[in-house]
């Protein structure tokens, strides 16, 4: 009887025991990758403070989502992720803190200013509220394109340029004016004067629309650099860029803009107009050329 009073309680602790490994496997192997598992030697930027729900982190290079814990500390290119029931407080080491809403989504990527060590946190959906402002010039916040400043203080850093749209008007449409009448000068007889030999006009030069592409086109391995970064966020990731730009009679390139993109991710697009602004023509005899060229991402 003792014997198998002591099976049935050694069955009930094995169901209990694996029940809860079922339900908290993902805490326990994130502590045991902690304690155990290779070191992680990505700089420390942020720590979660608290949660509600169960959000969620992935690491760079990986796929699996893994549940956030109180304390998490959060590193550059870490993916943090809230479902409709899930909250989650993450306060950043040059005091900012903010509240992750559900349905969230935000990666912690490297400012381009790498000198700084400063954070940009790129929301790819969701929302946020700042609950304490922190220290000017090393967090930032990616959202709908416009990277702002955490601290309350600087204006928002501006990342591109876009062409403004131009209305232009019909020529029925302009505002016509009243002016007088001039009164006609007095004719005047004059002897008529020899009819100048006419002088050779040498014609402007300009660059050709091939050889414009050829220059663009050997950019191609250093457009590709820029978009393998963008693709380590957004692995399916694709669109165009309309660019525009100006290549000066000396062969420099001045003027390079963003007429309109597809893809709206400020580090992609600021690595862009990098990479063009670089761009050396030869020299021409004429006036500047103005160029407009698609760039496609795929």
């Not at 629309?209 to 957004?234: E, G, M, T, W």
């Not at 309309?242 to 007429?259: A, H, M, Q, Y």
Request: with cysteine; proline share 8%; hydrophobic share 35%.
């Amino acid at each position: 009887m003792f014997k198998r009073l002591s099976l049935i309680l050694l069955a009930i602790l094995l169901v209990l025991g694996g029940g809860y490994l079922i339900l908290n496997y993902e805490t326990i192997l994130s502590v045991w990758d902690e304690m155990y598992g290779p070191k992680d030697t990505r700089e420390i930027v942020a720590q979660v403070t608290r949660i509600e729900g169960n959000p969620k982190l992935k690491l760079p290079k990986r796929l699996v989502y893994k549940n956030i814990r109180e304390s998490q500390q959060l590193r550059y290119y870490d993916t943090i992720q809230t479902d409709e029931k899930s909250y989650a407080t993450i306060a950043f080491t040059n005091g900012l803190v903010l509240d992750l809403e559900p349905n969230s989504l935000l990666v912690l990527e490297k400012s381009l200013d790498g000198e700084s060590g400063g954070v940009v946190i790129s929301f790819l959906q969701g929302n946020f509220k700042v609950v304490q402002e922190g220290k000017a010039g090393k967090v930032f916040l990616n959202k709908d394109s416009q990277v702002l400043d955490t601290s309350g203080r600087l204006p928002p850093k501006e990342t591109i340029i876009i062409a403004p749209e131009l209305d232009q008007l019909d020529a029925g449409e302009e505002e016509s004016v009243a002016t007088p009448t001039p009164t006609p000068p007095p004719v005047q007889i004059s002897r008529p004067r020899p009819t100048p030999k006419p002088t050779p006009v040498r014609a402007k030069e300009s660059l050709p629309d091939d050889y414009i592409a050829s220059v663009v086109k050997k950019q191609k391995p250093f457009l590709n650099r820029c978009y393998a970064q963008h693709l380590r966020l957004n692995p399916n990731a694709s669109g165009k860029m309309s660019i525009s730009f100006t290549v000066e009679p000396d062969g420099n390139v001045t003027s390079v803009r963003i007429l309109r993109s597809t893809i709206a991710d400020p580090r992609l697009q600021k690595c862009t107009l990098t990479v063009l602004e670089r761009m050396k023509f030869k020299t021409f005899d004429g006036d500047p050329i103005v160029v407009n060229y698609p760039i496609n991402f795929e």
